[in-house]
C-alpha cells in the first residue's frame, strides 16, 4: 500500500519560531509537493522538487524553504513562522513522466500563536 | 488568473438524489483531469481522472463528463450517501507540459440523511 507520511499531524507555534514539517514516501516517486490548503483558495502550490537537491518554486514560495536531501524525503521550513502562515499544509508525491496523478499525506495542521 | 475554477463553495443534497459538482478551466494545453476527494484533517484522495480523447468516464457511482469545447468537466454521483460528504478538488495536467496539477478552489458537498 503505498504511503506519503507526514511528521506531525497538528502543531502550535510562536511567532517567529522556526518550523519544520517532514515528508517521506516510500513509493520511490521523483516529484515531491507542497501544497497549503486554505478555505475558499483551494490547494496553492508552495514548493516542488523533482530530484534530489533540486527545488522549484511554486505559487506562493514566499516564507517558506525547502529541502530534498534524500529521494524519499522532502521537507518544508518555515524560518519565522508568522500567523498569516496558520494552515493545513500537505505534501504529496508523483511519478516523473505519468498522468501528473498526486499521492498526498495525511496533513499538517500549523497553528501560529 | 485562475487557470481551474468551481463556482460553487458548498453544494447541499438530499441522501439518495444526485450530486453535479462543476469546473471550468481556460488553458486549452490542459488534456488530464482529476477530481480529489478531501475529509476534514485528512489529505485529499484520488477518486477518477478522465483524459482529454474521451467525454466520459464512470466507477461505481461516480461518473465525470468532459465537455472539450466548453472547458468544462463535471463530477456526478449517483445516488448520493452521507459518506460523500467532504470537499471535492477538480484538478487538470498538460501531459505534455511537466504533468503539473493545477487545482481549483473546491466544492463543499453535504448529503443530508
Known amino acids: 500500500d503505498v504511503k506519503v507520511t507526514q511528521s506531525s499531524r497538528y502543531l502550535v507555534k510562536r511567532t517567529g519560531e522556526k518550523v519544520f514539517l517532514e515528508c517521506v514516501q516510500d513509493?520511490?516517486?521523483?516529484?515531491m509537493f507542497w501544497y497549503r490548503q486554505d478555505p475558499g483558495l483551494g490547494l496553492r502550490l508552495i514548493y516542488f522538487?523533482?530530484?534530489?537537491?533540486?527545488?522549484e518554486k511554486g505559487d506562493i514560495p514566499e516564507g517558506y524553504s525547502v529541502s530534498r536531501e534524500k529521494k524519499e524525503r522532502f521537507s518544508l521550513i518555515l524560518e519565522s513562522a508568522s500567523t498569516n502562515q496558520t494552515s493545513m499544509y500537505l505534501c504529496?508525491?508523483?511519478?516523473?513522466?505519468?498522468?501528473?496523478?498526486?499521492?498526498f499525506g495525511e496533513g499538517s495542521r500549523l497553528t501560529v500563536l | 488568473d485562475q487557470q481551474v475554477k468551481q463556482n460553487s463553495p458548498s453544494l447541499s443534497v438530499q441522501e439518495g438524489r444526485i450530486s453535479i459538482l462543476n469546473c471550468d478551466y481556460t488553458n486549452s494545453m490542459f488534456d488530464y483531469f482529476l477530481w480529489y476527494k478531501k475529509y476534514p484533517a485528512e489529505g485529499p484522495t484520488f477518486l477518477i481522472s478522465i483524459s482529454s480523447i474521451k467525454d466520459k468516464n464512470e466507477d461505481g457511482r461516480f461518473t465525470v463528463f468532459l465537455n472539450k469545447s466548453a472547458k468544462h468537466l463535471s463530477l456526478h454521483i449517483v445516488p448520493s450517501q452521507p459518506g460523500d460528504s467532504a470537499v471535492y478538488f477538480c484538478a487538470a495536467s498538460a501531459l505534455g507540459a511537466g504533468n503539473m496539477l493545477t487545482f481549483g478552489g473546491g466544492t463543499r458537498l453535504m448529503v443530508k440523511p
Open positions: 513509493m520511490d516517486h521523483e516529484n
Open positions: 504529496a508525491s508523483s511519478f516523473q513522466g505519468g498522468t501528473g496523478e498526486l499521492f
Open positions: 522538487s523533482y530530484d534530489v537537491k533540486m527545488k
